[in-house]
């Protein structure tokens, strides 16, 4: 029996959902960082369903990134219909990263790396408040849960629509939605640094980590990795611990 629900409700439930998100916060519109990746893909296509295609901005943002990121990325918004830009982040990366080091401070390559997530959060909200928009998200359940993501990067939105999917989920979705072939083919990837896949840092399939999130069964080696990193990624999917000062205090 699958674990994964059917694609179409899960559209329109999305897209249900995301019009009532953006009727209530009383924006025009919606802005995306595309990366050639299926998770934008999906994305950008539930946007586009709901909002209409003239509503939704895609941007790439290449930094030290692979030609057919960018490929990609073009391939979807032009298959879509929004609206893209491009704003090279690779010169604001090696400013910082060579400002830093100035300071006799090393960084590691995750880290680094880390660096450029926050560079595109910065981008995208720059251009979301310049046009009245909100800036969405494309994190899934698996990574969401794993704690695959940069803390105040790519988790730094104002929706979330698909973090209750599973990658399955995602998969299913791309291809009712319309998505190129190239891209749902793709092995996920992060984009972080040349040759990095997604299941390949995390030392396991999303099939694995699909099946035990959705049934809490899996092998003992699956299970333990991932509660640990359930448990060690807690605190980046809470906001800032913020102090109350108790009454007493004058």
Partial sequence: MSVYRDPQKLIEYLTE????????????????GISGGIDSAVLAGLLSRSLGKE??????????SQPIDEEYAIELADALGIRKYKVDLTKS????????????????????????????????????????????????RDEILYGYFTKYGDSGVDLLPMSDLLKGEVRALAIHLGVPPNIIKRPPTAGLWAGQTDESEMGLTYEELDNYLATGKAEDRVKQKVDNAIARSEHKRKFAPMASIPEDIK
């Avoid at 995301?18 to 009727?23: H, S």
């Avoid at 509503?55 to 030290?64: A, D, F, K, S, Y």
Wanted: glycine content about 12%; aromatic content about 6%.
């Fill in 17 to 32: 959902w995301i019009k009532e998100q953006f009727r209530a916060a009383g924006a025009k519109g919606a802005v995306l």
């Fill in 55 to 64: 509503n939704v901005i895609g941007v790439i943002m290449p930094c030290h």
């Fill in 93 to 140: 990366y090696d400013q910082m990263v060579s400002s830093i080091k100035e300071e006799g401070l090393d960084l590691g390559a995750l880290p680094s790396a880390n660096i450029k997530p926050r560079l595109r959060m910065t981008t995208l909200y720059a251009i979301a408040q310049q046009n009245g928009y909100l800036v969405c998200g494309g994190g899934n």
